[in-house]
């Protein structure tokens, strides 16, 4: 069983900076893409950011030129730092891995637990 486990957010002061972590535990024989999603209540989840196994990177529009993915693939890691916070940026962000447990398996998306980050005026 494949299980992404994150960590880091918190409580970040409006124009300051966190980093996201991921990581997934058990095994999994490869992965397609990586990213982080965030939900706001009464609205869906949207997406952040993206990276691919060759590392190109994708960006939701209030993401770009502010936030940056990365992956470190020999650990099954996502990142992603947050720069320039603002309280649009709060919400809940989940990481998803897409990926399989062996070579004749579907790719699966397997979600994190979601991580709380708040950014205060």
């Known amino acids: 069983q494949v299980q992404p486990v994150q960590s880091g957010g918190g409580l970040v002061h409006a124009g300051g900076s966190t980093r996201l972590s991921c990581a997934a535990s058990g095994s999994i024989f490869s992965i397609l893409t990586m990213g982080w999603y965030r939900h706001v209540p009464g609205k869906q989840r949207d997406l952040v950011a993206v990276?691919?196994?060759?590392?190109?990177?994708s960006y939701g529009v209030s993401a770009k030129g502010r936030f940056t993915i990365s992956r470190d693939s020999a650990k099954n890691a996502v990142y992603l730092q947050m720069n320039g916070l603002n309280p649009e940026d709060t919400g809940v962000y989940y990481c998803?891995?897409?990926?399989?447990?062996?070579?004749?398996?579907?790719?699966?998306?397997?979600w994190g637990q979601g991580t709380q980050v708040t950014v205060s005026s």
């Open positions: 998803k891995i897409v990926g399989r447990t062996s070579a004749v398996d579907a790719f699966t998306s397997y």
């Open positions: 990276i691919g196994a060759a590392g190109s990177t």
